[in-house]
Nanobody, 124 residues
């Protein structure tokens, strides 16, 4: 699976961004699609996931209620709508795929494929 994330940028605190991740190469619906992020000097952390064909979605506690993950299987794409952004959301955001995955709090090593990241910067 090839993954390409986009949509990052600079936004003021309280603002919104929508990240997109386009997938190609394998049967998209066989994969959980997962968003991670990595801030400078910190480990890559789980943000949100969409189960492989279950419709279930999962969120890290620190984004729950502000971020929404969605996927369009017809277009092989997954999105992350980020609202009420905070400076602590500043990070490089990565999309990743896990075969037949359906869960939360993934470790980066659980993923089968990665896309290049997109920078999100939230100014105070």
């Amino acid at each position: 699976v090839q993954l390409q994330a986009s949509g990052g940028g600079l936004v003021q605190a309280g603002g919104s961004l929508r990240l997109s991740c386009a997938a190609s190469g394998r049967t998209f619906t066989n994969y959980a699609m997962v968003w991670f992020r990595q801030a400078p000097g910190k480990e890559r952390e789980f943000v949100s996931a969409s189960g492989w064909n279950t419709g279930r979605t999962y969120y890290a506690d620190n984004v729950k209620g502000r971020f929404t993950i969605s996927r369009n299987n017809a277009e092989n794409a997954v999105y992350l709508q980020m609202n009420s952004l905070k400076p602590e959301d500043t990070a490089v955001y990565y999309c990743a795929a896990k075969l037949l995955g359906d869960g939360s709090n993934y470790s980066p090593r659980d993923m089968n494929y990665w896309g290049k990241g997109t920078q999100v910067t939230v100014s105070s």
